[in-house]
């Protein structure tokens, strides 16, 4: 069974920084692009970031490029996100996701995980 378990949200003031974290099982995870979307409150959902298999390769939404950095430890089948500068428009519920029937899509999912609260505010 595909779980996906983030966390790390937190609470955190403007210009603030935290580290989210996505625990995976139930497929191998090395052979999976893997994805970070984030759904603002009133709004669907919004890609964020993506990593290739190996973490050769990422990709960042423009609203986050050079302030996020995404990452990935194989050998712990762990997946992050790592936030900087944060400001108000990033609060949202972050999720990890992946796509289990391609493996390599760079938006697509087709698994996610509960979701972790980051909320940016003073």
């Known amino acids: 069974e595909v779980q996906l378990v983030e966390s790390g949200g937190d609470l955190v003031q403007p210009g603030g920084s935290l580290r989210l974290s996505c625990a995976a099982s139930?497929?191998?995870?090395?052979?999976?692009?893997m994805i970070w979307i984030r759904q603002l409150p009133g709004k669907g959902p919004e890609w964020v970031s993506t990593?290739?298999?190996?973490?050769?390769?990422?990709f960042l939404a423009d609203s986050v490029k050079g302030r996020f950095t995404i990452s990935r430890d194989n050998a712990k089948n762990m997946l992050y996100l790592q936030m900087n500068s944060l400001n108000t428009e990033d609060t949202a519920i972050y999720y990890c996701?992946?796509?289990?029937?391609?493996?390599?899509?760079?938006?697509?999912?087709?698994?996610w995980g509960q979701g972790t609260q980051v909320t940016v505010s003073s």
């Open positions: 996701a992946t796509d289990i029937k391609y493996g390599t899509s760079k938006y697509g999912y087709d698994y």
């Open positions: 139930g497929f191998i995870f090395s052979s999976y692009y």
């Open positions: 990593v290739s298999r190996v973490g050769s390769d990422t």
